[in-house]
């Protein structure tokens, strides 16, 4: 999908994506990273999450999050009742509030300066919603966004391919593997049925990646 149909769905309200709660498996398997206290998380396509504001409240982590369209991002700091100041950049515009920061603009021109800065990434719903042929460019720019022991918790779906074109495009167990197994080490912590649209054999599934050494 190209990014001008994302920012679409956003102005048509096509988003059954966005939860209006915050993710259950977030609170249920975080504490599975062990994350510093003071930690700074990266939360890729991030749309406007509610699990931005939980992991800043809850855990006290710095949040920063990066989303193409700008109304989930102007949502979601009036709905949290924050006022936010904005700062031009070469590629984005960053928003910014009390421990909350989100890039407006594409994931993939992210500037460099963030490379090596953040304990954890929280990716729900996000490698599973770019083109599957983005996969590799995705996984690298993750992997250098991450400190020497950084965790990456992984919220995904897999389904039978040929029931449903995606996005959220299916990914199993096995992709992943080939994705981030040369770098991270791969714990599969759950796995639900699930059923959407004509999706076939649908699973939701969470992993926890460790950084190797
Ligand atoms: C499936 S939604 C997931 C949103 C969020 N992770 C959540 O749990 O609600 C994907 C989001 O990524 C945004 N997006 C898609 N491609 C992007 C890109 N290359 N850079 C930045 N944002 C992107 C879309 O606008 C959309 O809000």
Redesign the pocket.
């Known amino acids: ?1 190209k ?1 001008g149909n ?2 679409e ?2 102005q048509i309200r096509n ?1 059954n ?3 209006s709660q915050v ?1 259950p498996d977030l609170i249920k398997y975080v504490s599975e990273l062990t994350l510093p206290a003071q930690g700074r998380c990266f ?9 931005l504001e939980w992991i800043a409240k809850n855990l006290g982590h710095q949040v920063t999050g ?4 700008p109304i ?1 991002i102007q949502e979601f700091f009036s709905e949290h009742n924050l006022t936010a100041h904005r700062e031009n950049q070469q590629n984005h515009v960053l928003y910014k509030a009390q421990n909350i920061e989100i ?6 021109s992210l500037p460099s300066t963030l490379n090596h800065q953040f304990d954890w990434i929280y ?4 490698l ?3 083109n599957p042929e ?1 996969r590799k460019d ?1 996984v690298k720019k993750c992997t250098s966004m991450l400190k020497e022991d950084g965790k990456i918790l992984l ?1 995904s779906f897999h389904y039978d391919p040929e029931s449903f074109e995606g ?2 495009h299916s990914l199993s167990k096995d992709q992943i593997q080939k994705l981030y197994g040369g770098a991270f080490s791969i714990t599969h912590l759950a796995e639900t049925p699930i059923s959407m649209g004509s999706m076939k054999d649908g699973f939701h599934a969470v992993y926890k990646l460790s950084l190797l050494k």
């Open positions: 999908m990014l994302w920012h769905r956003w988003i994506f966005h939860l993710h939360v890729p396509l991030c749309g406007k999450s509610l699990d990066v989303e193409f369209s989930p890039y407006q603009g594409d994931f993939f990716d729900r719903a996000s599973v919603a770019i983005q995705y919220l996005p959220p």
